[in-house]
């Protein structure tokens, strides 16, 4: 009798340990595309900027665009493996502070919204980056341009909420 509960047992646990999870979770969006190829046309993606258009119609695209002069479309340096070129944002000291894209969005879309981009920095700045990145967000009612306010708590602009 002994014998056969033990035999059972490593059975038991082999069965299950090889079972699936109940709940998988769902793939993200650019594990479905490889190198992005496609991903444009997926209907739960809201945006992808591709910059293979020419930087003209790149940038009329974009509700406001500061140093538009200072971009250029840069197909040699790109992230490994992409289709698509880069877009070179450039900052010179005492002539500008980089540039921007601003886009405003349609109104109606709702719950979280994931942003994925590639950024490489110039080995000049020797690692030091001020005010870079992406800012995400927005205003209500929407603007055409950005309005920074670093510094400020939204809810101190509304006090009265």
């Known amino acids: 009798m002994q014998i056969k509960h033990l035999l059972v047992i490593p059975a038991i646990i082999i069965a299950t340990s090889f079972k699936p999870l109940s709940k998988v979770a769902p793939a993200a969006i ?15 993606v809201l945006y992808t900027e591709s910059f293979n258009d020419g930087i003209s119609n790149i940038l009329s695209r974009y509700n406001d665009v500061k140093n538009g002069a200072g ?16 877009l070179t944002i450039t900052g010179k000291g005492a002539v500008n502070d980089g540039g921007h894209l601003y886009k405003v969005f349609k109104t109606g879309f709702d719950g979280t919204v994931y942003l994925r981009y590639y950024v490489k920095y110039p080995l000049s700045s020797k690692g030091y980056i001020h005010h870079e990145s992406v800012w995400f967000g927005g205003y209500n009612p929407p603007t055409n341009y950005p309005n920074p306010r670093a510094g400020i708590c939204g809810r101190a602009i509304n006090a009265s909420l």
């Not at 650019?30 to 739960?44: F, H, L, S, T």
């Not at 040699?76 to 070129?85: N, Y």
């Open 71 to 86: 971009m250029m479309v840069d197909t040699k340096d790109k992230p490994e493996g992409s289709t698509t070129p880069a």
């Open 30 to 44: 650019a594990d479905k595309y490889k190198n992005d190829i496609g991903i444009a046309q997926d209907p739960d």
